[in-house]
């Protein structure tokens, strides 16, 4: 049986990686109508600034890093650490899950 949490984040990141798009064409769209004169590299590398601002990769690095402690725990250690993310303020374990939590939030929610 699939855990219905393992449901909900899974489509939490396809929500996730939908928002992506739009802002790869606006970032596209206004490179291109810019007068910087962006091309090649430099243009990719704007556009993936836009995708990819510090906040997000800040924030995926954290979830790497949780990813990696939650893969060292056993069974029972993986059942206690959900029993107690799921007693968080919903506001904590909403934020997570949905990715709308940044490094600040992050920082707090870890304690």
Known sequence: MISPIILVTKWLMVSRT????PIVA?????YLGSDDGLSGNDFSAEVWKDLWPIQRRRQR???CFGMNILLKLDLTGTWRFFDAFLDLEPHYWHGFLSS????PELIVFRL
């Open 18 to 21: 939908l928002a992506g798009p």
């Open 100 to 103: 709308r939590l940044f490094l």
């Open 61 to 63: 690095e954290f979830f």
């Open 26 to 30: 606006n970032a596209i769209i206004r």
